[in-house]
């Protein structure tokens, strides 16, 4: 398994790099100008000519290859491989990306698996047109209009539950926390959030409450009101408004692909020898799940969520953008449409190492719950 993963891994950075490699020349050469061009407007020949000489502009494309991408390792996103220190923090990126995209995928996960728990096993094998239809629907609808049709009472309904709690932003001047901390806390209030929806959801469809979704809630909750105090607290929730809004509109669209994932899935292991067996010496339904469903149909979904992540990761660009929410997509949107093509691919760079990450991540636990996989 191990070498499965570090294969891998070099596979995909490998490819990254050519890739990138081949598109940075095709973009430099094909493409005439660069996000200096503009400033020809504002500015004399002579003075743009030095400007780009002092920015490197001038130098061999194979310098400004190797430049750019040392710089976006280096902690920055510089636009062109030019030589400057004022490009966009990759940390101030990234982690807002994290904020939403690890709590919606839980989100969805979890709340696409109830059709399925929600049918009995006798009727596992059939087509659920309805879940179905529902789910692609819902994979259909284009972020800004679901923003349209849940924005206003989402924010009415946020500034409702602000003003019951007195929660209100606090002077600049009496909080003074690292960015990082601030992030640090407004992921914990996400996912304590989401944690709460998703065995509340449990709880009513299925009448059950998860051990783990439970000491994990408790562990979070225990880590916010231990290390922060009600400034802090008051600034995180406000600045969680626009983050539950992408939120809620990201899992929308997962929550449609993920049903269709698990019912297709959920069909097939139906029709396996197991289950009948299971059902024939009369085995209960939440036996027969528990046991028999649910174990083996991480290792299908999980193969088959692995290969769309690139999709995945690609509707940040769309959704980030309609909320205005500052991550990776939103700042995608924003080099594009300043004709920055080397910061862009900066930023490709970083989504597909991204979605590497997650891969290796989803076929690790996949190992640890198949003892199938651990053998190969």
């Known amino acids: 398994m191990i070498k499965f993963i570090t294969r891998e891994i070099i596979s995909s950075l490998l490819s990254i790099f050519i890739f990138l490699f081949i ?22 020949q002579e003075e743009l000519d030095a400007l780009r000489e002092s920015l490197g502009a ?7 290859y190797f ?34 995209l690890i709590p919606s995928f839980f989100l ?23 879940s179905d239809s529902i789910s692609t629907f819902l994979i259909s609808i284009f972020p800004p209009i679901t923003l ?28 003074d926390y690292s960015d990082f901390i601030f992030n640090l806390h407004t992921f914990l209030v996400l996912m304590c959030t989401v944690l709460i929806l998703t065995l509340f959801s449990d709880f009513i469809f299925l009448l059950i409450v998860d051990t783990y979704k439970m000491f994990l809630l408790l562990f979070i909750f225990l880590t916010i009101f231990l290390s922060s105090d009600r400034i802090l607290i008051n600034d995180v929730i406000i600045h969680t408004k626009n983050a539950f809004l992408t939120i809620a509109i990201l899992s929308i669209f997962f929550i449609g692909e993920f049903v269709l994932m698990n019912n297709v899935i959920a069909q097939n292991i139906a029709r ?3 289950i009948l067996t299971a059902r024939a010496l009369g085995y209960s339904n939440s036996k027969i799940f528990r046991n028999h469903v649910i174990k083996n149909t991480f290792g299908p979904f999980a193969t088959r969520l692995g290969l769309s992540l690139p999709f995945t990761i ?3 660009v769309i959704v980030e953008s309609t909320t205005n929410w500052n991550g990776m997509g939103s700042l995608l949107y924003q080099t594009i449409m300043n004709q920055d093509s080397n910061a862009a691919m900066g930023i490709f760079l970083l989504l597909a190492v991204l979605t590497i990450f997650i891969r290796v991540t989803i076929s690790i636990f996949h190992a640890y719950l198949d003892p199938r996989v651990r053998l190969k």
């Open 108 to 130: 969805a996960i979890n709340i696409a698996k109830l059709p399925v728990l929600k049918t009995k096993v006798s009727k596992l094998y059939k087509n659920k047109i309805f």
């Open 67 to 100: 430049r750019w991408i040392l710089s976006v390792f280096a902690g920055e996103i510089t636009p062109g491989g030019f030589m400057q220190r004022n490009g966009k923090d990759i940390m101030s990126t990234i982690f807002p990306t994290l904020q939403i």
């Open 272 to 274: 396996e020898p197991h």
């Open 58 to 64: 001038n130098d061999p494309l194979y310098q400004r």
């Open 314 to 316: 690609a509707s940040l």
């Open 148 to 175: 349209f049709v849940i924005g206003t009472k989402f924010d009415e309904g946020i500034q409702k539950i602000f003003n019951k709690f007195e929660i209100v932003k606090s002077p600049k001047n009496l909080i």
């Open 23 to 44: 598109m940075f020349y095709a973009i430099n050469i094909l493409i005439p100008g660069d996000f200096l061009t503009p400033l020809r407007l504002m500015m004399s």
